[in-house]
C-alpha cells in the first residue's frame, strides 16, 4: 500500500508535518530563552563579584562564548524552520534500494531538512541532499544516486510534485513524464518579479547536472537567452555551500556581475535558498583597485554607449586590438623585453670609501629573478648589504641603506605604470592604438591590459580568500581582463553567458576563448530557452538566430510590430499600450530604447501623457517593478512580462552591435512583445 496514497491524506499529512515544525519552533524558543537566561545569570553573577580570580574569570569566558554560540545555533535553526513553515516541501519520490531487505521509503523534498527527533526520522530532505538528485534526474522506475558511501541503485515507484503555499495544499500531481512539464509550464506562465526567485521546484535535468557539478575547477556555461544561466549559477552556489559546508562559506564566494541593478535583481535568490548573500563586484572596480584607483577611466557603459551614438572605426581597432590573444602575448613579450632592457645598473657610492659596482648590481638582478622586478629591489638591496657585511665587515645605517634601495629602484625605468603602457605601444610598433581621452581619462579597453603589467610588475594581489568566483555575462569580457582574473582569483570558477547576447561585440570573448584562459575550463551548454513564448523566442531567432536553440513549448500572443507617421503619433501609440499594459494582468512593463539618450528623452516624452512611469539608468541601483524605461544594455539579464521596443526602424538598428541590442531586447519579453517604429521597418525583423 502506498504511503499517504490519496490527495485527502497527502493534505492530512501535511498538517502533521506542519503541527511537529511549530512544536519544535515552540520548543528552540524554551531553549533561546534558557540561553538567554544563563548568560544574564553571569552577567549577574560578574558586575556582583569583583574578587574573582583569573582562573574563573577564564573559565566563565569560555562557557559564555560556548553558551553564546549555541544559542546562535538555536536561532538559527528557528529561523531556518520558521522559513520552511510556509512551503514545508515541494516533491516526493518513493525509493526502494535494490537490496533484498529494503523497504519502499518516500523522501519528502523541501528547501531544508526537517529531522523529528521524537520520530528519529528525516521527515523533509533538503533539495541538495545526495538523495534529492534523483526527483531532478529520473521520472520513475530505475534510479541511482551517489552517497558518502557509494553509489545506491534502486527503483522509484513514485514521483509527486506538490504545490503548497502558506501552509496549504493548493494541488498536487502524480508524476509521469509530462506532469514536471505541466508545473514548470505553470511556473513559466506567472509574472515577472521584481527579483530573481528560485526555480528549486522545477529544476531541469541538464541544469541539475551543473548545479551539482562539484569535480571541474573552472565551469563555463554557454547558455542561450533565457536558458536559465544564472538562476543556475545561484542554485549551483547555494548546492556548494551545502555540499561542501565547513569548507566554504558565504563570505569566501564573489560575483562579477555587470551592475548594480543586476546585482539587486538576483539577490533573493540565495536568501530565499535558505543561504546569506554573497559579496558582490564589478570588472572596473576590480581592474581600478588594482591600480590603487589611479587613474579616471572611461566605464564599460560609456564604452557600449559611445559605440552605439558615434562609433569611430579607430576606436572600434583599439578595442578590438586590446581583445586578442596576438596583443595578450606581444604584453607578455614586452614584459620579458622590460626585464631585459629597462634595468640599467650603474655604480652607487655607499660609504665614503666603498663603491657598489655597476656590474654586482646587474648580477643581483637577475639573481633574483623570479620576484616580480618591482619587488626585487628590496631583496637585492637588503642581499648586497649582507655581502658587504660579510666580505667588508660593513654595517651601513638606515638612510644608507635607504639611499641604496633608491639609487638601485631609480635604476630601472619601468616605475610608471602609464609610461611604460605608452612604451609598450611604441615598441609594439603601434603607437596609435593608445589615446588618451580628455581630461586624463583612460579608455576602458586599457585598463585591463594597465593592470596586467601592474601585476607583472608589482606581483600578484591574489585574493586568497576568495574560494569560489562566479563571472556573470562572460561574453563581455575579453581575454586580457580573463588574464587579470586568472592572476588575481586562482580559487575555483563558474563563468557563465552566452556569445549572441554581447554588448561588447569587438571586445567579447566566446567560450572556447575563455577555455583557452583557463586550460582545466570544461564547457557545458544549456539549450533550452524557458524565458520567452514561443512567439516571442522565433522573432528573437529571425534576428539573430542560433542553431542550438531550443524553444519551449509555451504559446502566446503574436509579436506586433506597429508601424506610425511620425514620433509623435509614435509615442501618443506607446502611451496607448501602457494604458493597455495597466489594464492586462501583467505586472512588468519594459520599454527598452536602444541607448540611454533615447531612453530618457522617450521617458520625458511619455510622462507628458501618463505617470508612474520609471527610468532605469546605469546610475539605477535597483530594479523596480511597473512601467520602466530603459537600454538595451541595462536591460540585459532581467526580465519582463511585457515589452515594448521603440524606434525599431531600419536607421535605429542596422550595425552587428544594433542587431545585438535589438537581440538582447526582444529576448527579455516572457510574454507580449510590440515594436514599434515610423519611418523604414527594420531589415533584422523582415
Ligand atoms: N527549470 C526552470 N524552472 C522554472 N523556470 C525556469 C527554469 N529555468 C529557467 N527558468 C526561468 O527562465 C527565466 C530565465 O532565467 P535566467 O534569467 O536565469 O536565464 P539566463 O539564461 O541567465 O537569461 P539571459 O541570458 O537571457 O539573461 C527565468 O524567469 C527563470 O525563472
Not at 572611461?298 to 572605426?313: A, H, I, M, Y
Request: with cysteine.
Amino acid at each position: 500500500m502506498i504511503f499517504n496514497g490519496t490527495e485527502e491524506q497527502e493534505k492530512e499529512y501535511l498538517q502533521q508535518v506542519i503541527d511537529i515544525i511549530n512544536d519544535t519552533i515552540n520548543s528552540t524558543d524554551k531553549s533561546v530563552k534558557e540561553h538567554v537566561d544563563t548568560l544574564q545569570e553571569y552577567k549577574d553573577y560578574l558586575w556582583s563579584n569583583k574578587d574573582i580570580d583569573p582562573h574563573e574569570i577564564r573559565s566563565m569566558r569560555e562557557s559564555i562564548l560556548n553558551h553564546f554560540a549555541r544559542g546562535e545555533n538555536v536561532i538559527d535553526k528557528r529561523n531556518r524552520l520558521s522559513k520552511i513553515l510556509d512551503i514545508p516541501y515541494f516533491g516526493r519520490i518513493d525509493f526502494k534500494e535494490n537490496k533484498s531487505d529494503s523497504k519502499n521509503i518516500p523522501i519528502y523534498i523541501g528547501i531544508h531538512t526537517f529531522f523529528d527527533i521524537k520520530s528519529k526520522r528525516n521527515l523533509i530532505y533538503d533539495w541538495r541532499a545526495p538523495i534529492s538528485g534523483m526527483f531532478y534526474d529520473y521520472e520513475s522506475d530505475e534510479a541511482t544516486y551517489s552517497s558518502p558511501s557509494g553509489e545506491v541503485h534502486g527503483k522509484i515507484s513514485l514521483k509527486r510534485q506538490y504545490r503548497i503555499r502558506k501552509g496549504k495544499m493548493e494541488y498536487m500531481i502524480e508524476s509521469s513524464v509530462t506532469v514536471h512539464d505541466d508545473i514548470l509550464q505553470k511556473e513559466l506562465c506567472s509574472n515577472a518579479d521584481d527579483k530573481m526567485r528560485n526555480i528549486v521546484t522545477t529544476i531541469q535535468r541538464e541544469q541539475n547536472r551543473i548545479i551539482r557539478n562539484e569535480d571541474t575547477p573552472v565551469l563555463i556555461i554557454q547558455g542561450v537567452a533565457g536558458s536559465g544561466k544564472t538562476s543556475i549559477a545561484l542554485h549551483r552556489i547555494a548546492y556548494l555551500l551545502y555540499a561542501q559546508k565547513g569548507k566554504i562559506a558565504s563570505r569566501d564566494i564573489l560575483i562579477i556581475s555587470p551592475n548594480k541593478v543586476f546585482a539587486d535583481y538576483i539577490s533573493n535568490v540565495l536568501p530565499e535558498l535558505g543561504e546569506t548573500t554573497v559579496p558582490e563586484t564589478s570588472m572596473e572596480q576590480i581592474l581600478s583597485t588594482v591600480l590603487n584607483n589611479k587613474y579616471k577611466y572611461q566605464d564599460f557603459f560609456g564604452q557600449v554607449s559611445e559605440l552605439l551614438e558615434k562609433p569611430v572605426p579607430d576606436f572600434i581597432e583599439r578595442i578590438q586590438y586590446k581583445a586578442s590573444f596576438e596583443f595578450v602575448s606581444r604584453l607578455d613579450k614586452f614584459i620579458l623585453h622590460m626585464e631585459n632592457h629597462y634595468f640599467k645598473a650603474t655604480n652607487v657610492k655607499i660609504a665614503k670609501y666603498i663603491t657598489i659596482p655597476a656590474e654586482f648590481i646587474g648580477e643581483q638582478f637577475k639573481r633574483f629573478h623570479r620576484y616580480p622586478i618591482r619587488q626585487r629591489f628590496e631583496t637585492m638591496t637588503d642581499y648586497i648589504l649582507e655581502m658587504m657585511k660579510i666580505q667588508y665587515n660593513l654595517t651601513v645605517t638606515t638612510a644608507e641603506k635607504n639611499l641604496l634601495r633608491k639609487e638601485i629602484k631609480n635604476m630601472f625605468s619601468g616605475n610608471n605604470d602609464l609610461q611604460i603602457y605608452k612604451d609598450f605601444f611604441e615598441w609594439a610598433g603601434k603607437p596609435e592604438m593608445f589615446k588618451m581621452r580628455k581630461n586624463r581619462m583612460l579608455e576602458y579597453a586599457d585598463m585591463a591590459p594597465l593592470a596586467y603589467l601592474h601585476l607583472a610588475l608589482d606581483g600578484n594581489k591574489t585574493q586568497t580568500h576568495i574560494r569560489h568566483l562566479l563571472i556573470d555575462e562572460m561574453q563581455d569580457y575579453s581575454p586580457i581582463q580573463y588574464k587579470v582574473i586568472q592572476k588575481l582569483y586562482p580559487c575555483r570558477k563558474t563563468i557563465l553567458g552566452d556569445a549572441s547576447q554581447s554588448v561588447n561585440p569587438y571586445g567579447s570573448s566566446t567560450a572556447a576563448m575563455i577555455q583557452k584562459v583557463f586550460i582545466t575550463g570544461e564547457i557545458m551548454k544549456l539549450c533550452k530557452s524557458y524565458r520567452s513564448t514561443f512567439e516571442i523566442t522565433c522573432l528573437a531567432q529571425k534576428i539573430q538566430t542560433n542553431k542550438e536553440l531550443e524553444p519551449i513549448m509555451r504559446h502566446g500572443e503574436q509579436p506586433e510590430i506597429l508601424q506610425f507617421k511620425n514620433t509623435e503619433e509614435e509615442t501618443t501609440g506607446i502611451a496607448n499600450l501602457i494604458s493597455d499594459f495597466r489594464n492586462s494582468g501583467y505586472t512588468s512593463l519594459g520599454i527598452i530604447c536602444k541607448t540611454e539618450t533615447l531612453a530618457k528623452a522617450l521617458a520625458q516624452k511619455l510622462q507628458v501623457h501618463t505617470d508612474n512611469i520609471s527610468l532605469l539608468s546605469s546610475q539605477s541601483s535597483a530594479y523596480t517593478k511597473g512601467v520602466v524605461v530603459t537600454s538595451a544594455h541595462m536591460a540585459k539579464g532581467l526580465e519582463f512580462d511585457e515589452v515594448i521596443i521603440p524606434q525599431a526602424d531600419n536607421k535605429n538598428y542596422h550595425s552587428t552591435i544594433d542587431r545585438n541590442m535589438l537581440y538582447v531586447a526582444v529576448t527579455r519579453a516572457m510574454h507580449k512583445i510590440t515594436l514599434t517604429y515610423s519611418g523604414i521597418q527594420n531589415q533584422f525583423i523582415g
